[in-house]
């Protein structure tokens, strides 16, 4: 045997935690983990009984055991570091050696002498394919979570649910084939329409039309649809039924008892998974680096052929990048690395504050 | 007593009929879709401005609008507004099945077009691009091993962090520790490809390859484990969380050690969910192609060894014949993304199917 447990003075208070360990939502906080308390409470020895018990070892497996997991704790500290160093050591020579502006040049030569190339065009397509893709993407997965929570049938609901599930693991080079074989037709047509009829309106500009900034959001809302909804209805199943069924016995209607009991208590899950789609959609590479035209220009016309991103852009200029090639594509990795951290951090921070705030209300 | 029965009893239906609201008949919701249609297809065709399509989008806005209008003069406003967002929300739902089927339908029609022995039992090897035959033999293997060695790498790690962040782990340090795994989970596959890239290839591999930068499906399994890990953790927390805390109480009053607590008693109870987490995070390593296409380099021949020169993956084999120009290449990648899915959908049903019998369940 290695060493003794907490003392007894410790294990009795452990009643009040029982129940309630079952009710946090999953990771809620680390109140669980204060209960089992630190081995060595200075009050050990004095306490009753103490004396009988065996004396703690300096170097036990308790204390391997616990570095050995407060190791693989500091690991992930140690990798999401690793990350910006590495990349910071990669990028910098590159970004030396650039003879324009990194930020606002719209063109992409680093394998030139002297290379020139500029993050402005592909971090505004990132953020403009992203947001119009959520833009689609967000209102219709949040009707059909209402759907299947509140709307079918319960059979049909858990059914479909399942299937959804599935097709958020769906890998997502097959959805930019899938956009690049056959959703190519209809945009186009789209494209056409769109632009003989609503040019005044200046992001339906003229073509060529096909493989553009709208092809490319439309695969990307797609592939993101079933991510956020199946994120979203777990949410609205865990709504309390007293909370539905004191709006409904107080004469509300349905839409009225999901405006006034589900919604608000989703909130937080809702924004945590529009942000998880978020940054789904700012890093995707491959369904993006096949449907979109890849040009280095910034503009608003989504109609056109053309369009481009910084993952989409690493992953079509790989295969041809020298050594400063691949210096200016990291360093562009670094942008896309310090967007995504940008939101996922905000995200959080939203998330922890609202978190703490419903669990103290319901 | 008998009287005030006999008095109660006819009430019901002597209710006047002005208390019950009042409600459209059956028949004026599939009335007023027809109308709708109608008047779409009247202007639509009358003008000459689309097609089919645009018939029906402009009908279901017709629709919409009528429903809202006649629910708002019979009903009231509240019933109006329920029955329209009713609509909106079986529409969102009808909108979003559609690209969905779509994608699968197109998955599975080309998909079996080449599911034949030759293309899994032969690689890329002197395919050239006028022959039909070639399989994804090399990528199923480089698959196989890229994610069986990062699952190795991951599950130990991951799990460890969690027992930390749930059983040791206090205060800020827990609590960076957790936050940054939330983090970590929203970082883009390609950004941790440029990471193992610049970390790995370019730096580490060159010390024992002669000098020179070897591409190598270990390279992969690196990538890989950095995307899998907060996965894993955050799955792992969340069940090592639910475990009962009388359980733990149990071990702790009959003498055992909080290690071994952890070990035996612990980690067995919440096994079925780790492992379901765990199956979840190999399900979306294996879909994944960008670190792939960044550090194992893909290439055409059968290579069994992960550690030195290049390999391929079913993903990135996928896209490696999307791009390319010959005529036969086209459903080599449909047949790959079907067996990519099969693979990838047999792992999560199946780790769905172990958390519906697990016994923590929420």
Redesign the interface.
């Known amino acids: 045997m290695g060493e003794t447990p907490h003392r007894s003075a410790h294990a009795g208070t452990g009643g009040t935690r029982v129940t309630s360990g079952h009710e946090w939502p999953a990771g809620a906080s680390a109140r669980v983990a204060e209960t089992s308390g630190n081995p060595r409470t200075p009050i050990g020895n004095g306490l009753g009984g103490g004396g009988g018990l065996p004396k703690a070892r300096a170097f036990g497996a308790e204390r391997a055991f616990r570095g050995l997991t407060l190791a693989a704790g500091a690991a992930v500290l140690v990798i999401i570091a690793a990350i910006a160093v590495f990349l910071i050591a990669k990028a910098v020579p590159a970004l030396r050696a650039n003879t324009e502006d990194f930020w606002t040049f719209e063109g992409w030569f680093p394998n030139d002498n002297p290379p020139k190339f500029g993050i402005g065009a592909l971090a505004f397509g990132t953020v403009l394919t992203a947001l119009l893709a959520l833009l689609v993407a967000v209102p219709v997965a949040l009707g059909i979570a209402l759907y299947l929570t509140h709307y079918a049938p319960r059979r049909i609901g858990t059914g479909l649910g399942f299937v959804i599930d599935l097709l958020a693991a769906v890998p997502s080079v097959v959805f930019g084939l899938w956009g690049r074989d056959y959703l190519v037709g209809p945009i186009t047509d789209l494209s056409t329409w769109l632009n003989k009829y609503f040019s005044w309106i200046p992001i339906f500009g003229d073509g060529p039309y096909g493989s553009s900034i709208l092809l490319g959001s439309l695969v990307l809302a797609i592939m993101v649809l079933p991510i956020i909804t199946s994120l979203s209805r777990e949410v609205f199943l865990q709504t309390p039924t007293a909370n539905e069924e004191a709006a409904l016995a107080l004469g509300a209607t349905r839409w009225e008892m999901l405006r006034t009991a589900v919604l608000p208590y989703g909130r937080p899950g809702i924004i945590a998974a529009v942000m998880l789609g978020l940054g789904r959609a700012l890093g995707e590479t491959i369904a993006l680096a096949l449907t979109l035209g890849s040009t280095y220009a910034i503009s608003f016309n989504v109609l056109q052929s053309g369009g481009n991103t910084i993952a989409a852009n690493i992953a079509n200029r790989f295969a041809e990048a020298n050594d400063t090639g691949r210096g200016a594509l990291i360093a562009s990795g670094l942008v896309l690395f310090a967007i995504t951290l940008i939101v996922n951090i905000t995200a959080r921070a939203i998330i922890y504050r609202r978190r703490e705030f419903t669990e103290s209300a319901a | 007593m008998t009287t005030t029965v006999t008095t109660h009893r006819p009430r019901p239906p002597a209710q006047p009929a002005t208390l019950r609201a009042k409600r459209l008949p059956r028949y004026a919701a599939p009335a007023i879709a027809v109308a709708a249609l109608l008047v779409a297809a009247g202007v639509v065709y009358g003008l000459g ?2 097609g089919p399509v ?1 018939v029906v989008v402009l009908g279901a806005l017709c629709y919409l609008a009528g429903l809202f209008t006649a629910a708002n003069a019979v009903e009231g406003r ?2 109006a ?2 029955r329209t ?2 609509a ?6 009808v ?2 099945v559609l ?2 089927a ?3 339908w ?2 599975v029609s080309k998909g079996v077009e080449r599911l034949d022995g030759n293309f899994f039992g032969t690689s890329m090897n002197n395919i050239g691009a006028r022959d039909a035959n070639g399989g994804a033999y090399h990528a199923i293997i480089g698959t196989l091993e890229q994610v069986g060695i990062a699952t190795l790498i991951t599950v ?3 799990v ?2 969690a ?8 205060g800020r ?20 490809g ?2 193992v ?3 790995w290839v ?2 580490v591999s060159p010390w024992f390859n002669d000098g020179r930068p070897g591409f190598s499906g270990f390279a992969a399994a690196l990538a890989l484990s ?1 995307l899998m ?2 996965t894993v ?2 799955s792992t ?2 069940m090592l ?2 475990v ?3 359980l ?2 149990g ?3 009959l ?9 035996r008693v612990v980690l067995p109870t919440a096994l079925p969910g780790i492992v379901t987490g765990i199956m ?1 995070a190999i ?2 390593a ?5 670190p792939v ?2 550090v194992a380099g893909g290439g055409a021949a059968i290579n069994f060894n992960p550690f030195e020169n290049n390999q391929s993956s079913l ?1 990135l084999f ?2 490696q014949q ?1 791009g390319e120009a010959s005529k036969y290449s ?1 459903a080599r ?2 047949t790959a ?1 079907l067996t ?2 099969a693979l ?2 047999v792992l ?2 199946a780790a ?1 199917l172990l958390a519906r019998r697990n016994r923590l369940g ?1």
């Open positions: 401005i689309g645009l509240r019933a507004r329920n967002w009713s909106l929300i079986h529409s969102a739902f909108l979003a690209p969905l779509s994608v699968v197109t998955l130990p790690l991951g460890l962090c027992i930390y962040i749930v059983e040791y782990g206090r340090f827990a609590f960076a520790i957790r936050f940054f795994v939330d983090v970590m989970t929203g970082i883009p596959s390609i950004v941790t440029l990471f890239l610049a970390f370019l730096i950095v890990l907060p953790v955050r927390e969340e969380r639910l009962p805390a009388p733990r109480e071990a702790y009053a003498g055992v050690p909080k290690w071994k607590t952890i070990l979840l399900a979306r294996a879909g994944e192609t960008a296409l960044l993903a996928v896209y999307a086209p990648a449909w993304a990519l899915v990838v959908l999560t049903i769905k929420r």
